[in-house]
């Protein structure tokens, strides 16, 4: 099955051609950041644009990249939601015309369904059930999954995502946007004890997470500390290694309490925060006390791909969820089990 994937729900393009999901043929990106980086965050409008420019000659490329011709193509797999209406629109509609003019199918993939497919690019026998943090820019969702393609979400973050936090901090201590990058690297000279940040809902009882309380612990630090820039400056790693160590124990804590009270066998951890080197040292070392398995993509298939789309589409296509042509973006969609193909409209359903 040779799949063409599509992502296009926020600020990169993403193509990729797949052979059976898991060989990637090509894989290709054009990332906006430069071009959002002046405005200090992803501007919908600009998005749109630059994906309309550049969608198309990304999917030629990729396709004579991965040495196969278009009518090779099996499948045609798109991120449809969450994500920038605008955005999705451009993927969703070069998806729409493609499958139609080549005549094979068109699978509507959820966004995290994706980030939770890159794990399984790399580790095709996932042991069930297992649990899944998606951590990135726009979520911190903590899933049960009894078998692949099957979610139960058990707690989200009830303010900003870990990547957002992230992002944010990194943008107090005047670094551009994506701040994660640049806190995992500031944190690696600096030392987690120097200063304390708080660990919001830690201990709270149920599976939801909260972060912007660090925001504020940031604030009240940088405002303590004055404006001399020697010391400002000098201070970077061990405010970077402290912020980042209380997200990570936060995500740590949950995650692998999670592991235990639904006795799950395996753990993914996936998204672009997933990228972080600390978080991946922690649960790795977590899941090995529990002796359960642990499954992180790697840095590269983290963060947004069309990889990781076109392996979720494998996976529809394996359960014939297929999507009509008549499938429109969904800028809120959901992660659920009734996620499907319904027979009777024809359409793709999220009831
Ligand atoms: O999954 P992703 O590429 O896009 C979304 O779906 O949001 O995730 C982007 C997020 C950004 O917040 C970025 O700062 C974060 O992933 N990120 C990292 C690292 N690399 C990317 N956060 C921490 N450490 C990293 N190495
Ligand atoms: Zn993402």
Same mark, same amino acid.
């Given at each position: 099955m040779i799949i063409l994937g599509i992502e296009t729900s926020c600020d990169e393009t993403a193509v990729a051609v797949t052979q059976d999901g898991r060989t990637i043929l090509s894989d290709l990106l054009s990332s906006q950041v430069d071009l959002h980086r002046k405005y200090g965050g992803v501007v919908p409008e600009v998005a749109c644009r630059r994906h309309i420019e550049v969608v198309g000659p990304l999917i030629r490329q990729a396709v004579e990249k991965s040495g196969k011709s278009y009518g090779e193509l099996n499948a045609i797999a798109v991120t449809v939601g969450p994500g920038l209406v605008g955005a999705l629109l451009v993927g969703v509609s070069i998806a729409k015309s493609l499958a139609y003019s080549l005549k094979i199918p068109l699978l509507g993939i959820h966004h995290l369904e994706g980030h939770i497919s890159a794990a399984f690019i790399e580790n095709p026998d996932v042991i069930f059930p297992s649990i899944a943090l998606v951590v990135s820019g726009g979520h911190t969702n903590l899933y049960y999954m009894p078998q692949k393609g099957r979610y139960r979400l058990l707690g989200k973050t009830i303010d900003d995502a870990a990547g957002e936090?992230?992002? =944010?901090? &990194? $943008?107090?201590?005047?670094?551009?946007?994506?701040?994660?990058?640049?806190?995992? $690297?500031? !944190?690696? =000279?600096?030392?987690?004890?120097?200063?304390?940040f708080p660990r919001p809902y830690r201990s709270s009882l149920n599976f939801d997470f909260s972060f912007s309380g660090l925001k504020t612990s940031l604030m009240h630090t940088l405002l303590k500390m004055g404006t001399a820039p020697e010391e400002y400056l000098s201070a970077h790693p061990d405010i970077a290694a402290g912020y980042q160590a209380a997200i990570v124990d936060i995500l740590v804590e949950?995650?692998?309490? &999670?592991? =235990?009270?639904?006795?799950?066998?395996?753990?993914? @951890?996936?998204?672009?925060? &997933? &990228?972080? %080197?600390? @978080?991946? =040292?922690?649960?790795?070392? !977590?899941?090995?006390? @529990?002796?359960?398995?642990?499954?992180?993509? %790697? %840095? $590269?298939?983290c963060t947004d791909n069309g990889a990781m789309i076109a392996m979720a589409g494998k996976l529809h296509l394996e359960e014939n969820h297929f999507a009509s042509l008549d499938l429109n973006p969904r800028p809120n969609l959901e992660l659920k089990n009734e996620f499907s193909f319904n027979p009777l409209t024809g359409s793709m359903s999220n009831l």
């Open positions: 936090i992230l992002d =944010k901090g &990194a $943008r107090m201590l005047g670094y551009p946007y994506p701040g994660g990058p640049v806190i995992d $690297r500031l !944190a690696q =000279k600096g030392d987690p004890e120097r200063i304390p949950k995650t692998f309490n &999670a592991v =235990k009270y639904e006795n799950a066998r395996s753990v993914m @951890l996936v998204g672009g925060v &997933a &990228a972080n %080197s600390l @978080l991946r =040292k922690r649960f790795i070392s !977590a899941a090995n006390n @529990l002796g359960v398995a642990m499954y992180i993509p %790697s %840095s $590269r298939l």
